[in-house]
């Protein structure tokens, strides 16, 4: 764990971050060759590592998968051009509205698509189980031969998932606290590409503290601690996140085998559940952008010791770039 990459400063005590007020530019190493590198040549898949050992799974994971069912869905075009389908679910643990973003018009939900009592073609089409496309006066929710109906091939290879819990900060107000809106973009632009996969985010802000103890682990940060430290003062699990409804999302979807992004091998154990209801062939490394190009992704004091605590204390799988 002391091979985190050189170019991450070493953590200032508080007495030299006191003592600089403005700290100075980053002295980050370039990380191309110093000779002009074509943007096409740096990787902008990463290499899938296939999953091959069995795992234990933690003694935390629950019995039984949580309830849950997907309330409405409607097709949102993104600003960068892809369609994604928006899935609301609720379910039987807690009153949050944990979402699935969805690649690609071939990946169903099996509790929306169910026929509810008493609904009308117009009730389908309102919560959004119908099939291709709605378009003005459509009738019927059912697959129809008419040209706006159109679905996506099938793909050969298991769908590409990202488990993304919701972070105010790093997605909404522009925090270089963390990587997580960086994470959450290269999980979609990949997706994108694939015209396939699933993010599933989950309502449990700040490794599921709640914003509130979150913004005073913050604090406690720019105190000297680190962010494992800073959760522990408040008497909080280091991690206090749980994956088992986005297990029983995946299941709701159709997913059996999946292909995860994360550097996080706990994820991997808790989103395939304690029976394995699902099984993770390969793990997707995410690696931050700002190791790959020699400008771009987040660069800061902060997001710098946010990894490496990831890595050192977290057990996080994120290679030495170089
Ligand atoms: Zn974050």
């Not at 996140?241 to 995946?250: G, H, K, V």
């Not at 085998?257 to 490394?285: C, Q, S, W, Y």
Request: net charge negative.
């Amino acid at each position: 764990m002391s091979e985190f990459p050189s170019f991450v400063s070493p953590r200032l005590e508080p007495e030299e971050a006191k003592a600089s007020e403005n700290p100075p530019a980053l002295d980050l190493p370039p990380i191309l060759s110093p000779s002009f590198t074509p943007i096409d040549t740096i990787p902008s898949t990463p290499v899938p590592i296939p999953v091959t050992t069995e795992h234990t799974p933690a003694p935390s994971l629950p019995e039984t998968l949580p309830e849950v069912e997907c309330l409405v869905r409607a097709r949102i075009p993104t600003t960068t051009g892809t369609e994604i389908f928006l899935h609301l679910y609720k379910n039987n643990v807690d009153d949050k509205e944990h979402l699935a973003i969805v690649f690609g018009n071939d990946i169903r939900s099996t509790s929306l698509d169910r026929v509810r009592e008493g609904e009308t073609e117009m009730d389908r089409m309102i919560r959004g189980a119908y099939v291709g496309r709605l378009y003005p006066g459509r009738q019927t929710s059912r697959e129809d031969d008419d040209k706006h109906s159109e679905s996506t091939k099938p793909t050969n290879k298991s769908t590409l998932v990202r488990i993304h819990s919701e972070c105010y900060t790093g997605e909404t107000a522009w925090s270089a606290r963390c990587d997580c809106g960086e994470q959450l973009d290269e999980a979609a632009r990949l997706m994108a590409k694939e015209n396939h996969g699933i993010v599933v985010y989950l309502r449990q802000e700040g490794r599921g503290i709640g914003l509130g103890e979150k913004l005073k682990a913050y604090n406690l940060q720019d105190l000297g601690a680190d962010t494992v430290t800073a959760n522990l003062l408040l008497r909080h699990p280091a991690d206090a996140r749980s994956y088992s409804l986005a297990t029983a999302i995946l299941l709701d979807l159709g997913q059996k085998e999946i292909r995860l992004l994360t550097n996080n091998p706990d994820k991997i154990a808790a989103v395939e559940g304690k029976h394995r209801e699902i099984k993770v062939t390969d793990r997707v490394p995410m690696i931050p952008l700002a190791w790959k190009m020699d400008n771009g992704g987040i660069r800061s004091k902060e997001v710098e010791g946010y990894l490496k605590t990831k890595i050192e204390r977290m057990g996080h799988m994120l290679d030495k770039p170089f």
